[in-house]
């Protein structure tokens, strides 16, 4: 058989182009289902309890839900972080090769079990259950050419134009702000005037709750009505309070015409920060930065190249003097691994052609199995298409 191909090369060479192209066809089909998954996948749990302490939190939070969460199919672990800014974080790990989606779907009816027990304040924020890796792919930061926005308004543009862009991005899990500072309405309190009016914080949250909402006010004209009664009218009530001169005019007691007190009288109110807890700096001007988490399953490197494409396109639409960078990266350990492997597999082509020459004197002999090998190698993906 092989004297056939020997006393026919331009045969050998026309089959040998052949499987070289069908195996380069094959490789752009083949599915990359069959490579094993190495990392396992994790589902991340978040609740918000605004004001309690990390001992409160392990009591109120975590442990109803890590009670609800024993026995969850296929999860080999799960860890707790309580936190003194009123967030918790629990982390369930799961089995090697566990679907990702049913994983995250298991916890989330888990969870739902335990929110019966939990305070209502947490209800009311909301348990957050999302399917992500636990490391950090790349760190995205907002700066500002010589502090000329604030923190403050770093954090409200990529809270409202970057991060929602982010998460739809392919492969991203989840994107998180580090130093949030939403706005929100500040109400700081004055204790002297408080005392000497006779008032208590509690009259004053009460107050602002009470007239701070948003109510639906019903219809005019609604059934059951008068038969000649033609047209209904939606009411439309004043919504929640915008301003500060709005929220300064919530009356917190009234006695007759002339005895109003209202909040403004009290209170000191801006628009502010909602937390003052986190500061983020770099080189020493304000910046905000936002941590972006892989999804479980997806590839690092093809993922910061789609998120660093869409932070070029939302760039354009940056005010003048803000600008982006990427401070922490993961990716660039890989991409420096990957080149290694590479330039150490052209290294050892070189001395595997040397040492052939070496031992048999001939190029010809030399150039055979630097042909056939690759030949081979590229026909293999042929091969596995052809049988499935």
Avoid: C, H
Avoid at 43 to 52: F, M, R
Avoid at 159 to 181: C, W
Avoid at 206 to 217: D, F, T
């Amino acid at each position: 058989m092989s004297r056939f191909f020997i006393n026919r090369p331009i045969f050998a060479s026309v089959i040998s182009i052949i499987i070289v192209i069908a195996g380069l066809v094959a490789l752009q089909v083949l599915p990359i289902a069959q490579y094993p998954q190495i990392a396992p996948p994790t589902v991340v749990i978040t609740a918000t309890y605004p004001g309690a302490s990390a001992e409160t939190l392990s009591k109120t939070v975590a442990a109803p839900i890590e009670e609800q969460l024993n026995g969850v199919e296929n999860m080999l672990y799960f860890t707790s972080s309580a936190a003194a800014n009123g967030v918790v974080s629990i982390t369930a790990t799961f089995e090697v090769g566990t679907n990702a989606d049913m994983a995250a779907v298991n916890v989330n009816n888990r969870v739902k079990a335990a929110e019966p027990r939990l305070p209502e304040t947490v209800r009311r924020n909301g348990v957050v259950v999302q399917k992500r890796s636990t490391d950090i792919l790349q760190v995205v930061a907002l700066k500002s050419d010589g502090g000329k926005y604030s923190t403050l308004f770093l954090s409200n543009y990529a809270s409202l134009n970057i991060v929602d862009e982010l998460k739809r991005v392919k492969g991203v899990g989840d994107v998180t702000v580090f130093g949030a500072q939403d706005y929100s309405m500040r109400i700081w309190l004055k204790p002297d005037r408080m005392a000497q009016l006779g008032v208590t914080t509690s009259e004053i949250a009460a107050a602002i709750n009470a007239q701070n909402a948003q109510n639906a006010a019903g219809k005019i004209g609604q059934e059951p009505a008068p038969n000649d009664q033609q047209l209904v009218y939606t009411v439309t009530a004043k919504g929640r309070l915008l301003s500060e001169d709005e929220f300064g005019n919530i009356v917190i007691r009234a006695s007759g015409p002339s005895g109003v007190l209202r909040l403004k009288d009290v209170a000191r109110i801006e628009l502010g920060a909602y937390s003052y807890e986190q500061r983020v700096t770099l080189d020493g001007q304000p910046t905000i930065a936002m941590g972006v988490f892989l999804q479980t399953g997806a590839n690092a490197l093809e993922v910061a190249d789609l998120v660093q494409a869409k932070m070029q396109e939302l760039q354009k639409k940056f005010p003048q003097g803000m600008g982006y960078v990427v401070p922490v990266d993961s990716t660039r350990f890989v991409t420096a691994s990957i080149k290694e492997v590479k330039s150490t597999l052209i290294e050892a082509m070189v001395l595997v052609i040397a040492v052939v020459f070496l031992f048999l004197q001939s190029w010809r002999a030399t150039l055979i199995p630097m042909v056939a090998v690759p030949i081979s190698l590229i026909g293999t993906f042929a091969g596995l298409w052809l049988f499935g």
